[in-house]
């Protein structure tokens, strides 16, 4: 029973293919806005997690500068030193690394090519904290670090844009006026959240850094990581007490640096994406109860201009729960149809707009099957009033109804 | 087999009251053929409406098999007429862009009936009014005497008890009035069908067994022919 009313309801269909389509269109963009809108949501937020994952986990950078708002208090703040990063390594305990850096743009030169490169001079603790992958050689060592040797590890863009076609482990680039040897390749990273090119850089000693490229002593940040997102804040709170100390803050002082976690300003992001999406999904949910309204308008229509066929069937024999169930069917698979049109516009529509915004264009099968069982929900739920009244109908009245 | 007991049917209220049937006493019993007749406005199709629990009398009782039928429910009602009866109207609603087969599958589609099973009995019925090889014609491809046809093996196809047929000549010529009368003569005669049918025309009713003619809503006359 319930196949040949889905075999009916499919004829009747066909029979008002326009107007059909043209009933369906308020459940069609409203599917479809929830899908692209969602799938897009989603890619965009996968995009800020991976980036989020990139920035190294549990990191917490400090940086000069106070983190009050307020007037700028005057000048360069005072860089980080040697003497701060001692007592951090010193006196943070649940941590995996404490890596001092320094960053400056510089040209790098080998052969013919040249480039301008994101150059950093850290410790070893620096892979560490950022997550970096040592693809090929090695990292530099301790010795290194303190004996200030020329050596250095280049990002994955240096080796596609300066050494391309060259093994580049134990080749000599001249970075700034240095020459430097080649003891390690870096994984890719890809862009950072703010769509810098991570992987454009140089990673050097610290002391070689300070020495041959920056020509002064100054450390204009302090990542650290935490071995638990638990122990962040303790962490956090720890680090900030220490740097007030060596730092000689007077007690009643503002701190003259500041304390950041990243993964939190990206979460921030992440949460301000799934907000948006929520929001937007709302309003799409809204076309979807007026892609409703249009069903249950067409199926009075529809039992309208079949009263006399319904009066046949219900002489013939048909109970009023058959009638019932045929354009409840038939107003469930218009619903199914327009929600099948809807699912692939707006999986087309994420796919378009995830290659326009750089997002992944992530199918989340989830929501496409909530998308395709709510716009049955919603056939079954505007279809019902007008299949009631056909139920309802008076076998005589409907039999004389021309 | 069929009996109704003084069954009136009222319609409207107060001073508006009209009454269609003031007391109509009848039995039909199995193999008749009957011809209930009388001007517009006499009673004749409200009393068919009731025989055919499409409409309920507002007092009396109508039983079938000693079983009473007038104050069973909706569902009940389209029961009974499911499992017993069969229907023929003047203008032969036959579903539309539906070819015949279908058409006359329809009864036992509501029957449940499996599909293999429910085609051969849809094509033995339009065998039996003499429609082979017009299985798949949809009624806007049939003459009216066909379509009629068809309608006639949709009510058979069931196996019904009673068949009720409510002016079923009403929209055809006279030839083909008259196929379709002996065809339902020949259902009469050989299948031992039981038909009630609403006519004004005398040329029709000559083929039944029997006449009832209604006036005013009461039974003017009861005619059988002799045999």
């Known amino acids: 029973m319930l196949w040949e009313s889905f075999k009916l309801a499919?004829?009747?269909?066909?029979?008002?293919?326009?107007?059909?389509?043209?009933?369906?269109?308020?459940?069609?963009?409203?599917?479809?806005?929830?899908?692209?809108?969602?799938?897009?949501?989603?890619?965009?937020?996968?995009?800020?997690?991976?980036?989020?994952?990139?920035?190294?986990?549990?990191?917490?950078?400090?940086?000069?500068?106070?983190?009050?708002?307020?007037?700028?208090?005057?000048?360069?703040?005072?860089?980080?030193?040697?003497?701060?990063?001692?007592?951090?390594?010193?006196?943070?305990?649940?941590?995996?690394?404490?890596?001092?850096?320094?960053?400056?743009?510089?040209?790098?030169?080998?052969?013919?090519?040249?480039?301008?490169?994101?150059?950093?001079?850290?410790?070893?603790d620096y892979f560490t904290v950022q997550d970096w992958t040592v693809l090929t050689g090695n990292a530099f060592t301790e010795s290194d670090s303190r004996s200030g040797t020329n050596?250095?590890?280049?990002?994955?863009?240096?080796?596609?844009?300066?050494?391309?076609?060259?093994?580049?482990?134990?080749?000599?680039?001249?970075?700034?006026?240095?020459?430097?040897?080649?003891?390690?390749?870096?994984?890719?990273?890809?862009?950072?959240?703010?769509?810098?090119?991570?992987?454009?850089t140089v990673v050097m000693p610290l002391h070689t850094f300070m020495r041959r490229i920056a020509g002064n002593t100054k450390i204009s940040s302090i990542a650290v990581s935490a071995n638990s997102a638990e122990v962040l804040p303790a962490v956090q709170a720890t680090m900030t007490d220490i740097l007030r100390e060596t730092r000689r803050v007077p007690d009643t002082g503002d701190d003259d640096f500041s304390v950041r976690d990243l993964t939190q300003i990206a979460s921030t992001m992440a949460s301000t994406t799934s907000l948006m999406t929520g929001l937007l999904g709302a309003v799409a949910a809204v076309s979807l109860l007026v892609g409703g309204i249009g069903i249950m308008n067409i199926m009075l229509v529809s039992v309208a201009e079949r009263t006399r066929e319904i009066g046949i069937r219900l002489a013939i024999g048909a109970l009023a729960s058959q009638v019932l169930t045929q354009f409840l069917v038939e107003a469930v698979v218009l619903c199914l149809l327009g929600g099948l049109i809807g699912i692939a516009l707006g999986l087309g529509l994420a796919w378009g707009g995830a290659l326009l915004l750089q997002v992944p264009f992530n199918v989340n099968a989830g929501v496409v099957a909530i998308a395709f069982g709510f716009s049955g929900l919603i056939g079954l739920i505007f279809g019902f009033f007008p299949a009631r009244r056909a139920a309802q109908l008076d076998p005589i009245e409907a039999l004389r109804h021309e | 087999m069929l009996a109704l007991r003084n069954i009136r049917k009222i319609y409207g209220e107060g001073a508006a009251q009209v009454s269609a049937l003031a007391g109509v006493n009848v039995d039909v019993a199995e193999g008749e053929f009957v011809a209930i007749m009388g001007a517009s406005g006499s009673g004749k199709s409200t009393c068919m409406n009731i025989l055919g629990c499409l409409d309920r009398p507002t007092s009396g009782s109508f039983s079938f098999h000693g079983v009473e039928i007038a104050t069973l429910d909706n569902d009940a009602r389209a029961l009974f007429r499911r499992n017993y009866l069969g229907f023929v109207f003047q203008g032969f609603n036959l579903l539309a862009r539906t070819t015949s087969i279908e058409n006359v599958e329809l009864p036992l589609i509501y029957r449940g009936m499996a599909r293999a099973e429910r085609h051969r009995e849809a094509a033995r019925a339009l065998a039996a009014v003499g429609l082979e090889g017009r299985e798949n014609h949809t009624p806007g491809e049939l003459s009216g005497g066909q379509q009629q046809r068809v309608a006639i093996a949709r009510a058979i196809v069931t196996n019904p008890k009673v068949l009720l047929?409510?002016?079923?000549?009403?929209?055809?010529?006279?030839?083909?009035?008259?196929?379709?009368?002996?065809?339902?003569?020949?259902?009469?005669?050989?299948?031992?069908?039981?038909?009630?049918?609403?006519?004004?025309?005398?040329?029709?009713?000559?083929?039944?067994?029997?006449?009832?003619?209604?006036?005013?809503?009461?039974?003017?006359?009861?005619?059988?022919?002799a045999a």
């Open chain 2, 165 to 225: 047929a409510d002016e079923p000549t009403g929209n055809l010529d006279s030839a083909r009035s008259h196929d379709i009368m002996r065809l339902l003569q020949n259902l009469n005669r050989e299948q031992g069908l039981t038909i009630l049918m609403v006519t004004h025309e005398p040329d029709m009713a000559k083929y039944c067994s029997r006449q009832i003619i209604f006036s005013d809503g009461r039974i003017l006359d009861d005619i059988r022919a």
């Open chain 1, 151 to 200: 050596v250095c590890l280049i990002g994955a863009t240096l080796v596609r844009d300066l050494l391309p076609g060259v093994e580049p482990l134990g080749e000599v680039i001249r970075v700034g006026a240095m020459p430097c040897t080649i003891v390690g390749t870096l994984g890719a990273k890809g862009q950072s959240a703010f769509g810098s090119d991570q992987d454009n």
């Open chain 1, 10 to 124: 499919l004829r009747t269909i066909r029979r008002n293919v326009l107007r059909s389509f043209l009933t369906l269109l308020g459940i069609v963009i409203g599917v479809g806005a929830v899908i692209a809108l969602v799938t897009l949501g989603q890619g965009a937020n996968d995009k800020v997690k991976a980036d989020l994952s990139k920035l190294g986990s549990n990191m917490l950078i400090a940086r000069p500068g106070s983190s009050q708002p307020g007037p700028p208090s005057g000048g360069d703040s005072r860089s980080f030193s040697t003497r701060d990063v001692e007592a951090l390594k010193a006196g943070l305990r649940d941590v995996r690394g404490v890596a001092p850096t320094s960053n400056k743009q510089v040209k790098v030169v080998y052969g013919t090519a040249s480039l301008d490169v994101t150059v950093t001079g850290t410790e070893v």
